[in-house]
């Protein structure tokens, strides 16, 4: 599998669906939002029981939902929100659903080489529409150039954290035995 293939519409409609659903960020969360949509998960830790330790730590920690609970980002990769499991779920119910999520999302991680470059050449593609949604500060705007420079994936920023505290993993939406099976749990 190779990267997502987007275009200037795909892109321009991913932005428009989150300023719809976040209208409080910066361009650093565009910036992870283009990174997401090319990559998904990639970069995650391939290792079944961390990751499923760390989905469960998070949904007994997190107490806001973060929403949308289910996000298309692009035609690959999609949020899946960790309010879909609850804390109170019964015990059995809530293993189920973890360990439900955590077989999608190690089935959705691709080994790739070094994004860093590639995501270089996305950027500029696609950084002037960015841009054009969001006439930030211009200080904001270096900070996610220089990321794209050094070819980091970035958190998202303090202003994203503090209006939507989000708590969720990344799948690909075309891994359908696995959205069907979550989805029958939820």
């Excluded at 990639?42 to 806001?64: C, G, K, P, T």
């Excluded at 070094?114 to 696609?126: S, T």
Aim: aromatic share 12%.
């Amino acid at each position: 599998m190779r990267i997502c293939e987007l275009s200037a519409d795909i892109v321009s409609q991913m932005v428009e669906d989150e300023l719809k659903h976040h209208p409080h960020l910066e361009p650093v969360d565009l910036y992870k939002l283009l990174y997401q949509a090319l990559y998904g998960p990639f970069h995650i830790v391939q290792d079944y029981d961390q990751v499923f330790r760390a989905i469960e730590a998070e949904v007994e920690q997190s107490s806001l939902c973060y929403e949308p609970i289910y996000q298309e980002l692009s035609p690959c990769y999609s949020r899946v929100s960790l309010a879909y499991i609850q804390a109170d779920d019964e015990p059995q119910l809530r293993q189920s659903k973890i360990t439900c999520l955590t077989d999608w999302l190690l089935e959705s991680c691709v080994a790739l080489p070094d994004v860093a470059q590639d995501f270089q050449r996305q950027w500029k593609l696609y950084r002037h529409l960015l841009f054009s949604v969001l006439p930030a500060n211009p200080e904001t705007w270096q900070k996610a150039d220089c990321l794209a420079r050094a070819g980091k994936l970035p958190s998202h920023s303090q202003t994203f954290h503090q209006h939507y505290q989000p708590h969720y993993r990344l799948v690909n939406k075309n891994l359908s035995k696995h959205y069907q099976l979550f989805m029958e749990f939820n």
